[in-house]
């Protein structure tokens, strides 16, 4: 009895024939594009490890070196120099640093080329200057008065305490005293003026510090 079925695959068939070609196209790519593609990513990649590992990698060695090196140096020059600095400066006899900076002379350290006045018939501040290191200076100034006859006064104070000696002219012409002056650190120099009529003013002009460093050399403790 013969088989009245009549099955046809042909249509399937054409189907997957379609289906092979198309994944071949998308092979055939991966193998002419991609694959390529990667391959020269690799070889770039293959290039930088290659530089990192012959040029990058020696260089950090040698700056590791170079900073080795300059640990060493710090470790077995430096820091001995600074402890043996530092000890010596432990046996420094005090005794032989100065107290005293500045010593009294002719050499104009401040100058206050002002003229000042006053009509006070007592002593009253007109200039006043911060010294912040102990010295012995020599204070120069001028002193008039306004009208020939009358008495103008000047005077030195140190923190509103009078030191100096008291100064006085009866002319209309600058005439000029200097004095020397012990001073501890941190005071204030001062100059005082009165007048003895208050009808005529006294005055005051160049006002001046002088002095010149003190010489002075270490003696190192035994």
């Known amino acids: 009895m013969s088989n009245s079925f009549n099955i046809s695959v042909k249509p399937e068939i054409a189907a997957a024939v379609v289906k092979i070609d198309e994944n071949k196209a998308v092979i055939d790519n991966i193998h002419d594009t991609d694959l390529p593609a990667v391959k020269s990513v690799v070889d770039s990649n293959d290039t930088i490890i290659s530089n990192i590992h012959d040029t990058d990698l ?14 060493d140096n710090i470790r077995n020059i430096d820091v ?6 530092i000890g010596n400066l432990n046996n420094l006899s005090v005794a032989a640093i100065p107290t005293t900076i500045l010593i009294a002379s002719d050499t104009p350290i401040i100058l206050n080329t002002d003229e000042v006045s006053t009509v006070e018939t007592v002593y009253t501040k007109v200039i006043e200057i911060q ?33 100096g000696s008291p100064r006085s002219s009866v002319i209309e012409a600058y005439t000029y005293w200097s004095e020397d002056i012990a ?15 208050a009808s005529y003013a006294a005055y005051a002009k160049d006002f001046q510090v002088r002095g010149a460093p003190q010489p002075f050399g270490i003696n190192m403790a035994v």
């Open 58 to 71: 020696p260089a950090v060695d040698t700056k590791l070196t170079t900073l080795d090196t300059v640990c």
């Open 80 to 85: 001995p120099t600074i402890q043996t600095d």
């Open 131 to 163: 010294v912040y290191f102990a010295s012995t200076i020599r204070v120069y100034f001028g002193l008039k008065t306004a009208t020939a006859g009358q008495t103008a006064a000047g005077r030195i104070y140190v923190d509103g305490a009078f030191v």
């Open 183 to 197: 001073l501890t650190i941190d005071q204030l120099l001062q100059l005082y003026l009165k007048t003895g009529n």
